[in-house]
């Protein structure tokens, strides 16, 4: 592959796992929402909060497991060393992977795994 396609796939894989940080914030803030809306004692609001809160979750997580593939083929192909700054940002989304319960814990240790060996 030519240097410019990795640099093209290494971007798209960044932005697209932008959208675990902006999944994470939004789960934690409708549980934060169900929170404020504890003292009036509404049950029905309560689960939606977090319901609504669950699904927004899944629905902005479907173009971060694309970009986590994109990244995952690049640490396997050993394309990741040429650049610092791309392998401390996968080793930040790595993390962020552990905080995604179940699913995102199985691939942020994979990720993890692959940056050490690479």
């Known amino acids: 592959m030519k ?8 971007v798209v894989s960044l ?10 914030i939004s789960f934690f803030t409708s549980i934060y929402n169900a929170y404020v809306t504890f003292a009036g004692g509404d049950p029905k609001l309560i689960a939606g909060h977090i319901s609504s809160g669950i699904v927004i979750s899944l629905i902005q997580i479907a173009p971060a497991i694309a970009g986590y593939f994109i990244s995952y083929t690049l640490i396997k192909n050993k394309r990741v060393n040429d650049f610092a700054l791309l392998k401390s940002a996968l080793k930040f989304y790595a993390y962020l992977w552990l905080l995604f319960i179940p699913i995102g ?14």
């Open 3 to 10: 240097q410019s396609s990795i640099v093209f796939l290494a």
């Open 105 to 118: 814990t199985i691939l942020g240790a994979k990720l993890l795994t692959q940056l050490k060996k690479g």
């Open 15 to 24: 932005f697209l796992q932008a959208f675990l940080l902006i999944s994470l």
